[in-house]
């Protein structure tokens, strides 16, 4: 494009702007006066039709009253009608929350009583089995004691001979009767354990 070319391009385009802008001022223009056109027509209408109005205000004043008063019979019948409805609608809702809730409320109540039922006998179980429990490592335990003391008092004398000293004891219980030893005897439990 030449020097020329773009100078023309803008001096057409500045014309158009300023058409436009000259149509757009025309225009708003218009659109102004039509606006007052309107005002005045509506204030004509308006002046013509209070003086109707005052003319006969008395008796439509009257009809509109009596018209007033049957739609407002009419609206507090239909509000005292919905309202009854809706407070129908929610005691129903009600007795049937009540109902459920109490159902539920039983049925969880039933529920807990069983579970409550089960772990106290379970836990009385489970307490029988750990006081049987103790009682055995309660014996283990006594039975060792002497056991141990035999053992301290053999590596004071002689390192070798506690080694040796500990397999009897251990052995003994397996191959003597039951009621050898005192002391042996609960020792074979805790040999087998």
């Not at 005002?39 to 003319?55: D, G």
């Not at 772990?119 to 179980?125: E, L, S």
């Not at 309660?138 to 500990?166: I, R, S």
Request: zero cysteines; a positive charge; aromatic letters at 4%.
């Amino acid at each position: 494009m030449t020097k020329a070319n773009v100078s023309k391009k803008v001096e057409t385009a500045k014309k158009d702007i300023e058409k436009a802008f000259s149509n757009a001022k025309d225009y708003s223009r218009n659109l102004y006066l039509a606006g007052l056109g309107v005002y005045n027509t509506t204030e004509q209408q308006r002046s013509k039709a209070y003086k109707e109005v005052v003319k006969t205000g008395t008796s439509i004043f009257k009809d509109l009253v009596k018209a007033g008063e049957g739609l407002e019979k009419k609206g507090k019948k239909l509000v005292n009608e919905q309202t009854k409805a809706v407070n129908d609608q929610i005691s129903n809702v009600k007795s049937t929350v009540n109902k459920r809730f109490n159902t539920a409320k039983s049925t969880v109540t039933k529920n807990i009583n069983k579970l409550e039922s089960s772990a106290k006998k379970t836990i009385k179980t489970e307490a029988k089995a750990v006081e049987k429990a103790a009682v055995k490592v309660q014996a283990k335990v006594a039975a060792k004691a002497p056991v141990k003391a035999a053992v301290k008092k053999a590596p004071a004398k002689a390192p070798v001979k506690a080694a040796a000293a500990k397999a009897p004891v251990k052995a003994a219980p397996k191959a003597a009767a039951p009621k050898a030893a005192a002391p042996a005897a609960p020792a074979a439990p805790a040999a087998q354990a």
